[in-house]
């Protein structure tokens, strides 16, 4: 076995890897079933509410939110080690975002003129949790956290009931730990359509954010704009810069690290050693055989895998800029230098001690990130998605009237009269 | 005639609103008609392009890019005043948008370990510009120069091709001291398309902005994912709110002044005074008498203005915050006493002077903002919009090792052995 080795010109490269993802063929009889779910959740709430729970998660509810008794017993559950190192990664991911919070401003442009922006945050945000073993108790503090610190008043989670009744207790350890006000054991397009429109039982939201399967990814397009939503994410990616005198264990690991999420994980290797890139792709071959995820990894790799053998560092860059990776390691020793150049990633990953799997769980760095080489334009999860930039200004009568005459020439202009009036009308009148 | 009052519970105005628009009957067809001219612009490029804009546009074109011959003579086309006022506007852009310029953040939490933040311009950007009546030099403004405070490193304009040739100098002009590029002449669905994937003329943006008729919108939602687009706007609005000793003749100017954008804008007045609403009611149907958008006005006041009743000034900001409208004018004396009380809303115009046109033309506050209640969750068109915030982490190799733990912990709860291994191996080897 192989992966697949690339050279050319960046144009060359991103259509052989092909970043983009093709609409499932049936992705048109989902959107009819969702658009149906949202419709009945809309027309009957908590009834219908219930009865997807009970067709879709074979589970019969009386009360659609998880019980105080739930939650403490989960704090009784959890393995101390697990309660601990989640402790420790909400510490680190509260004093990384609380640098993003951001300043309002105001300024006096001339004389009665004022003019400024206030931040205030979202009053409330729903965060989707997967159940099943796309459950990830680190998504949940990476969700929740930056909306705390942005001061949204209401945090409520949707997360989809376990058949057997128990939970993960992890799940709701953190939770609990990052704020969250109310969780509902409600999962699939029937939450989101609650989220967004609300029912009986449960208020609605003003913006959803967290990671789901394909109904709840259909379910949130659908609801966007009466609501707002994070991102819908792709698979998982991972770049990696390095050259020749690199360790290939590492790196070989990191790849391995970003293909075992699923099948359809990209790692990309980009170097100007064509020895690394070898050495990197029998370290792959050769650590897959002892991980315990081998049979997603090894098809992550085969069919998406890829070294990239580029004739310089200027030109390992340029390839990388180009492919705008989800997660970008820098694996050289004076990494930092580097820094400048890059343009687009989600995350980046400076040095070679710096394993990617260390932004998943605990530098406090986020790990909601654009994929799919939307971090050309896209951005990591963080506090600024939890506010609103709120404009304001104020004239006074004389301000007005020295203004005047420019609004209406433009009002005019573009044959708004209605608009100049209003303005001239200020100046006239006392 | 007269306008709809309405009093009750901010769910039942709410209702009674309906804020949330319905989708066309026909956007099915016309979601399947731009998939089709997207995909022939990915496919045949300039070709195509120049099919399309001989078919819709009736014109057929040599060239794709405006030449300089035609912006120089829009320079001496322009009436110098509506020049002055452009510049005058630029300016006060300029200065306000400054502000909202972010910085980016390091910090070392702790031996070994340094994380940070830093801010990078988007590299390419397309802005586009509606031809015909819709065509606003003002909007040409605002939607360029936050890109270009943001350090975009190119922005090119998309308009589609007047029949006689003759451009809208103002739009020109407009784009050229906003620092525009380029300017192709395309227009509708297929500049979109060259937009978003390039075209052997046309370089793919990373980003696309600006209003657009259907087409242009249906395309903009197309193509997102692949690049980023700003949000797509609803019908123009108005809330007002106000009590009695305001000035009816004022508060009639500023609601006319929306509904003359056309016949679905929205215009409502809240306020605790019978007697004032009754005589904004009569001024209104008194100015529509004199106003040269008569028709579009007159249509939108009695099919969607509203006089909402309430019974206390706190409830006038609790429906208000509800309704979260894109312009939102507190005509109180004292009006900036009561900013704080402003959750929700795109852009706020303090006290009895401060006409809403005044922040469509020259405070310099942007005009490209949240409608149809998405003011809960968004915001005005700004810096932000045209950057990214990339993150970075740096662990040294005795970071890693005090680190190591508790990550091992959770990547292993999570059942991604992998991601334990690449950290644990850190700590082990050389």
Redesign the interface.
Known sequence: MNMTWLTGSVSEILDAIML?EKEPKDQAALDNNVSAIIQEVRTLGDQAVKEYTEEFDGVTLDDLIVSEDIITEAFERI?P??Q???E??KE?IL??HT??L?QG?I?F?QTG???G??I?P??RVGVYVPGG?AS???SVLMNVLPAKIAGVKEIVMFTPPPKDGVFNA?ILVAARLAGVDTIYQVGGAQAIAAAAYGTQTIRPV??IVGPGNRFVATAKKQVF????IDM?AGPSEIGILAQAGA?P??LA??L??Q???DTFARAFLVTDSKELGEAVEKEVFA?LQT???KEI?QQAIVEQGKIILASSVSEMFTLMNALAPEHLEIAFED??SY?DQ??????????P??????????????HVLPT?G???????L?V?DFV??????????E??QQ?S???Q???N???????????A??EE?K
């Open positions: 983009e393995e080690e697990v601990q190192a989640l420790c990664a680190n004093s990384y640098h993003q951001e401003f300024d442009p003129v004022m003019r922006q206030k205030v979202l009053t073993t990830y108790p680190s992890a003003d913006k704009g009466k609501v707002g819908i360790n264990a590492y690991a990191d391995l690290s293909a075992e999420h650590q991980l315990p995820r990894a990494a930092m820094l890059v343009e687009n990633a989600g995350s980046v990953f400076l040095g001690f710096t394993s990617e799997p260390i932004g998943d769980y605990l530098a406090g760095t986020n799919s939307t971090a050309r334009f896209a951005s990591a963080g600024h609103k930039r709120i404009q304001y200004v104020s004239y006074t009568k301000a007005v203004a005459q420019a609004i020439v433009l009002a202009k573009e044959g708004l009269a209605g608009h100049a009036r209003a303005v009308m200020r009148q």
